[in-house]
C-alpha cells in the first residue's frame, strides 16, 4: 500500500452466523453449572465440552427454540485496495461510507455500509450490494449528495478477473453507494462501470459468498441467504 492506493474491509455475516456465535457464547456463560461446562467462557472450552454442546443446547429446555448455534466463526474479513491515484472521488465516496463519518444524508439514512445487505449474487457474475437506502437495488446515495460522474481511468480499467470492484450504475454519470464484486472475467462491462478497486485478501469469503447465497439470472440473483455488512473500516 502507498500514497496512490489505500485499504478497507468489509466484516461478512452470512446468515446471522455473529448471532448464531453469540448465542452459543451466551448459552455457555449461563449453563455452566447446569452442564457443568469448565469455564463460562466459550474460547475456554476444552474438545470434548465443544464436541457435546451442540446437543447439550439442543436438549435444553430453555434455550433450543431460541435459534441455531455455532462454536466459531468463519473468516468474514474482505479485504479492498482501493485506487486512489485514478479514482479518487469514486474512492472518497467509498472510504467515507466505510467508516460512517458523514452521518446522514439527504435521505435520513445514515451514510454508511455497516448492516447493509447484499442484495443480488449472480453466480459466475456479481455479488452487488451497498444500497444504504432501499437495500433491494433501487436506491442508494453518495457522500456527495447526488450521483456523480464517472471516473475517466476508472472506465478504462477492465473486470479482468475475479474479485474486481465496480461501481453499480444505472446509465452513464449515475454512482452513488452500490458497488459490486467481480465473480468472474466481465469483459461485457468494460468501459460501463468504474472500476476502482480489488479484493487482495478473504477471497475466500467471496467463495463462501457465493457458494452459499448465490443463484442464478432466471432467480434475478436473490440470495438464498442473508449476507449482511457486519462492520466495515479503513486499515491504516
Known sequence: MDAKTARCYLDID????????????????????????????????GGSEIARLQEAYESDYDWKDRGRIMTSLPNERIVIELDLKD???TVKNFMALCTGEKGRGKAGKLLHYKGCRFHRIVNGFVCQGGDIIMENGSGGESIYGKKFKDERNGLKKKFTERGIVGMCNNGKN????????ALAPLPKLN???VVF??????????EMIEKAAGSTLKEDGKPKIEVVIADCGILV
Open 174 to 181: 449515475s454512482n452513488t453507494s452500490q458497488f459490486f464484486f
Open 197 to 206: 478497486g480489488k479484493i487482495v485478501e478473504g477471497m475466500d469469503v467471496l
Open 87 to 89: 479514482c479518487p472521488v
Open 14 to 45: 452470512l446468515d446471522g452466523n455473529r448471532a448464531a456465535y453469540q448465542r452459543a457464547v451466551d448459552f455457555v456463560e449461563a449453563t455452566d453449572l447446569r452442564h457443568g461446562w469448565s469455564s463460562k467462557d466459550l474460547k475456554e472450552l
Open 191 to 193: 468501459g460501463k462501470h
